[in-house]
């Protein structure tokens, strides 16, 4: 069976420091995969995609960056963080070209400070 | 371009109740549409999807939820909440006539239920 492994589930840093969140998918290949940011416990804003290693799509221009060195690792970075850069990230995965739902990690709660 | 509107921040029934979650969605083509709960600090847990087919799809815990193209809607139903059904609500799509395979989810504002003993 596929797993989505996220961490880590909690992070305080200060605001200037690097940022490096890592997703890791296991038991499918080639999988669709998403990080999303929910801030204040609402809703939810799709911040990167990718359909394969190296390919990434940016949805919002923000501080952030996305990289899928592997197939099924997919990781998000900051160079320097902003206090706004708070809340809570969630990865998530869809097997490639199928119509079904996507697969949700139990996320990351980043606060900057 | 697709988009969901969930009308309603927050929703308060009495456990033993029956439950309405509500949904509309605009695409430009056929929808894809998606059911999540968020328990707090938790990542979304999905409950049930229509692709095609019947209209009234089931899914996890003893939701429902009906599809109905008139009106562009996907309400999420519950016969009978429990207090452990207190969570939030997601409602997503995503459009079948997208050509490229990013399976972009477009997601809802989300629904705070609150069932009461």
């Known amino acids: 069976s596929q797993t989505i492994h996220q961490w880590p589930a909690t992070l305080v840093q200060p605001v200037g420091s690097p940022l490096s969140l890592e997703c890791t998918v296991e038991?499918?290949?080639?999988?669709?995969l998403y990080w999303y940011r929910q801030a204040a416990g609402r809703g939810l804003q799709l911040l990167f995609y990718?359909?394969?290693?190296?390919?990434i799509s940016s949805e919002v221009p923000q501080n952030l960056s996305a990289s899928r060195p592997q197939d099924r690792q997919f990781i998000l970075s900051s160079k320097k963080l902003l206090l706004s850069d708070s809340g809570f990230y969630l990865c998530?995965?869809?097997?490639?070209?199928?119509?079904?739902?996507?697969?949700f990690g139990q996320g990351t709660r980043l606060t900057v400070v | 371009a697709q988009s969901v509107a969930q009308p309603e921040d927050q929703v308060n029934v009495a456990e033993g109740n029956p439950l309405t979650v509500k949904c509309t969605y605009s695409v430009s083509g056929n929808p894809y549409l998606f059911w999540y709960v968020q328990y707090p600090n938790r990542g979304l847990q999905f409950l049930l999807k229509?692709?095609?087919?019947?209209?009234l799809v089931k899914g996890s815990y003893g939701f429902e939820a009906e599809f109905n193209k008139s009106q562009t809607s996907f309400h999420l139903k519950k016969p009978s909440a429990l207090v452990s059904d207190s969570a939030l609500y997601f409602c997503a799509v995503r459009d079948a006539m997208t050509t490229d395979s990013w399976g972009k989810f477009q997601f809802g504002a989300g629904t705070q239920v609150v069932v009461t003993p």
């Open positions: 229509y692709i095609t087919g019947d209209n």
């Open positions: 998530a995965w869809k097997p490639g070209r199928e119509d079904t739902e996507a697969f």
């Open positions: 038991g499918t290949s080639n999988p669709n």
């Open positions: 990718s359909v394969g290693i190296g390919q």
